[in-house]
Nanobody
Framework: QVQLVESGGGLVQPGASLSVSCAAS????????MAWFRQAPGKAREFVAR???????SYAASVKGRVTISRDNAKNTVYLQMSSLKLEDTAVYYC??????????????????WGQGTQVTVSS
């Protein structure tokens, strides 16, 4: 069993930058693909970004160029750095882990473990 704990959310103004982190338990972290999803009020959970065990990255079109996902296997941690934040980036951001390395990077059902989420609010 893997536990994922997100941190770093908060309230920022439009145009600001913010980083969120996800710490994972267990020694198998380096073998998992890790991703960030988000869910805004009244909307479905959506894919944001993913980094696989080879550090290849994928991004949703809505955030590409403004978001960077990275991982530190020594710390069992995955990061999401966000810049030029917009009002529509407001959501709960969830960390997820994929044991099998699915090719369907944006599909929620491909992920085996989920964190509890961290709130990111962009407001003026």
């Amino acid at each position: 069993q893997v536990q994922l704990v997100e941190s770093g959310g908060g309230l920022v103004q439009p145009g600001a930058s913010l980083s969120v982190s996800c710490a994972a338990s267990g020694r198998a972290f380096r073998s998992y693909a890790m991703a960030w999803f988000r869910q805004a009020p009244g909307k479905a959970r959506e894919f944001v970004a993913r980094v696989d065990l080879y550090r290849r990255t994928s991004y949703a079109a809505s955030v590409k160029g403004r978001v960077t996902i990275s991982r530190d296997n020594a710390k069992n941690t995955v990061y999401l750095q966000m810049s030029s934040l917009k009002l529509e980036d407001t959501a709960v951001y969830y960390c997820a882990a994929d044991r099998s390395g699915s090719a369907y990077v944006a599909r929620i059902g491909e992920y085996d473990y989920w964190g509890q989420g961290t709130q990111v609010t962009v407001s003026s």
